[in-house]
C-alpha cells in the first residue's frame, strides 16, 4: 500500500456513458498525476495538477476528458460519452516537490471497460 | 527526453542474480535515470534513482558507467516475488527541465523467475 487510493477499482460501462474516478494521493503531495495504461503497454501521462492548478495535458486528453482538484486535495478524472477505445487501467500517482522525476507513489488504479 | 531501449523480456532462476541494462544514449548532463517496478494489476514502484556510479539500496543496485549512456539495474538473488515488469526512465529532476510534468514510460522489461 503506497498510501495512494483509488475508487472504484473496476468499472464497466456501456458505450456512452459517463464515468467519473477519484484519485486521494498522499496528503502533504503537492503534485498529482494521472496516467493510462493499456494492455503491454508502459503508463502514459494524461494530465497532472500542482496543488489545485492543472499545469499540463497531454494530447491524448480529448475533449471528453476532464480533470480536476478542488482546494489541491483529491481528484476526480471524468470521461464523457465513453468509448470502447477509453478502456484501459487509469492510475494516479502523487509526489513531493516540484520534478516528475521525484519518486511518484501510485495508486492501484481504475480499470474501466467499456462495452 | 531521452530515449531508453531495454530488452522486453527476461527470464531467471530463483536465487539467481539478474542484470537489466537499459540504454539511454541521448541522455542530457541534468537527466538522473529511474527504475519503476510493477506488478500485474497494481501501479508501477519506484525502485532506485542514479546519476553516476552506483547507487545500492535495500531492494537493488543501480550501475551506471562514466558516460552514462546506458545503466543497469541489478537484483540479488530474485525470487517468484520478482517476477514484474521493470521499467527504466531517463528524465530532469529540476523543475524547469525539459519534460519535468512527466514520466515517460516505455514498454519495459518482463522479468519472469522460474523456481
Known amino acids: 500500500d503506497t498510501g495512494v487510493s483509488q475508487d472504484p477499482r473496476h468499472k464497466i460501462t456501456k458505450r456512452g456513458q459517463n464515468v467519473t474516478f477519484r484519485c486521494d494521493p498522499i496528503?502533504?503531495?503537492?503534485?498529482l498525476y494521472w496516467y493510462r495504461q493499456t494492455l503491454g503497454q508502459g503508463p502514459e501521462f494524461l494530465t497532472y495538477?500542482?496543488?489545485?492548478?492543472?499545469?499540463?495535458k497531454s494530447r491524448l486528453l480529448s475533449d471528453r476528458f476532464s480533470a480536476e482538484r478542488p482546494k489541491g486535495s483529491f481528484s476526480t478524472l471524468e470521461i464523457q460519452r465513453t468509448e470502447q477505445g477509453d478502456s484501459a487501467m487509469y492510475l494516479c500517482?502523487?509526489?513531493?516537490?516540484?520534478?516528475?522525476?521525484?519518486?511518484?507513489?501510485f495508486g492501484p488504479g481504475t480499470r474501466l471497460t467499456v462495452l | 527526453l531521452a530515449k531508453t531501449t531495454q530488452p522486453i523480456s527476461m527470464d531467471s532462476y530463483e536465487g539467481q542474480e539478474v542484470n537489466i541494462t537499459c540504454s539511454h544514449n541521448?541522455?542530457?548532463?541534468?537527466?538522473?535515470i529511474t527504475w519503476y517496478q510493477q506488478f500485474p494489476s497494481q501501479g508501477p514502484r519506484f525502485i532506485i534513482q542514479?546519476?553516476?556510479t552506483k547507487v545500492t539500496n535495500e531492494v537493488a543496485s543501480l550501475f551506471i558507467p562514466a558516460d552514462r549512456k546506458s545503466s543497469t539495474l541489478s537484483l540479488p538473488r530474485v525470487s517468484l516475488s520478482d517476477t514484474a515488469v521493470y521499467y527504466c526512465?531517463?528524465?530532469?529532476?529540476?523543475?524547469?527541465?525539459?519534460?519535468?510534468?512527466?514520466?515517460?514510460f516505455g514498454k519495459g522489461t518482463k522479468l519472469s523467475v522460474i523456481p
Open positions: 495538477f500542482q496543488n489545485e492548478a492543472q499545469l499540463e
Open positions: 496528503s502533504e503531495h503537492n503534485r
Open positions: 541521448n541522455i542530457a548532463t541534468n537527466d538522473y
Open positions: 500517482a502523487s509526489s513531493l516537490g516540484l520534478a516528475a522525476y521525484n519518486e511518484q507513489f
Open positions: 542514479g546519476y553516476k
Open positions: 526512465l531517463v528524465g530532469d529532476l529540476q523543475e524547469s527541465g525539459a519534460g519535468s510534468y512527466q514520466l515517460t
